[in-house]
């Protein structure tokens, strides 16, 4: 199946989200395409910012890292300071997606924000974030889904005002990941047998209460959406 490689190995932790949306366009596309600039430590930004420095002559550095054109393009963010550093962003330098447009993207929820860039690509719904909201971002893909998560931290990953309050807006969302994640893991069940198969280690026990219990398939679903915050 078509999809993104990455050329460096330490380069692949990036946001999931953004890694899936682009897999879905090589799939729609039937193209596979190189990632050859993921996640940036700030020493790989300093190394960058080097490069640039070397492939653009007449480009300066500022003293923040920066680096500009001698149009006043910026070249190279700050350290630790460019999207790529905070896990959001992508360079893609396969000549089919350097020349796709944002019209094509938007339907696949991607963006380019930079015209004289058409290598690197974001999530649309990243545009304009805090700094907060990238740092959040970043620190749930580098330290991995074994963490702690509290509701600011989950309004700031998924976009939202991070106010910790889990009024409507965040519920919903909430609801929405939570359907993501059992299409993922494959707990998005259908009937009350489906689960039996699934939980239970000696499920010929307990389907045949499905047809001699009158309830028991509707008790056994009624939990699942109690579970899944459905009821």
């Not at 700050?78 to 893609?92: E, L, P, Q, T, V």
């Not at 600011?152 to 409507?168: C, E, R, V, Y």
């Not at 939980?199 to 028991?216: A, D, H, I, V």
Request: charged share 25%; glycine share 8%.
């Amino acid at each position: 199946m078509p999809q993104v490689k990455f050329k460096y190995l330490d380069e692949t932790s990036v946001y999931p989200k953004l890694i899936v949306a682009v897999n879905t366009l090589c799939v729609a596309k039937g193209r596979d395409c190189l990632c050859t600039s993921g996640f940036r430590s700030v020493e790989k930004q300093k190394i960058i910012a080097r490069q640039v420095l070397a492939d653009n002559p007449g480009s300066k550095q500022r003293a923040d890292g920066s680096v500009y054109s001698k149009n006043g393009e910026c070249l190279a963010a700050a350290y630790g300071k460019s999207n790529h550093c905070y896990c959001i962003a992508m360079d893609i330098g396969d000549s089919w997606f350097k020349s796709l447009g944002n019209d094509e993207l938007k339907k696949y929820g991607l963006v380019k924000p930079m015209s004289y860039e058409p290598w690197h690509v974001q999530l649309i719904e990243h545009n304009g974030i805090s700094l907060s909201q990238k740092e959040a971002i970043r620190n749930s893909v580098l330290r991995g889904v074994n963490i702690g998560m509290n509701i600011k931290t989950f309004q700031s990953m998924t976009g939202l005002k991070a106010d910790g309050i889990a009024g409507p807006i965040t519920k919903a969302k909430a609801m929405e990941v939570l359907m993501c994640c059992q299409d993922i893991l494959g707990n998005n069940f259908n009937t009350a047998e489906e689960v039996i198969k699934a939980t239970q280690t000696k499920p010929e026990e307990w389907t045949p209460k499905l047809k001699s219990e009158k309830y028991f398939a509707a008790f056994v679903m009624n939990i699942v959406k109690r579970l899944g915050g459905m009821a």
